[in-house]
Nanobody
Framework: QVQVVESGGGLVQPGGSLRLSCAPS????????FAWYRQAPGKQRELVAV???????NYADSVKGRFTISRDNAGNTVYLQMDSLKPEDTAVYYC???????????????WGQGTQVTVSS
């Protein structure tokens, strides 16, 4: 069984930076696609950034030039570097991994538990 664990959220002042991390545990064969979503209070979950092993990353217009999605080449850890944070970036951030396991290499989605990011002075 695969679990996805996130870390790195917290409270930061406007203009500050945070880096979120996400790593799967269990019998992972390969992470095919990785993404970060966020959900602010009273709003729908939205896609923030997405990438895969061979393609270019894509970002929501609201975070372009400020956020960077990446993956550790040594493993399956995924990151979201967030710079120049704004109060409107406040939300719960979720990691989404499309991966195959050693038992079933078919791409299936797995979600992290969510981590709170609060941007406030």
């Amino acid at each position: 069984q695969v679990q996805v664990v996130e870390s790195g959220g917290g409270l930061v002042q406007p203009g500050g930076s945070l880096r979120l991390s996400c790593a799967p545990s269990g019998s992972v064969f390969e992470v095919y696609t990785f993404a970060w979503y966020r959900q602010a209070p009273g709003k729908q979950r939205e896609l923030v950034a997405v990438s895969d092993s061979g393609g270019w990353p894509n970002y929501a217009d609201s975070v372009k030039g400020r956020f960077t999605i990446s993956r550790d080449n040594a493993g399956n850890t995924v990151y979201l570097q967030m710079d120049s944070l704004k109060p409107e970036d406040t939300a719960v951030y979720y990691c989404n991994l499309i991966l195959g396991t050693t038992f079933d290499r078919s791409p299936r989605p797995y979600w992290g538990q969510g981590t709170q990011v609060t941007v406030s002075s």
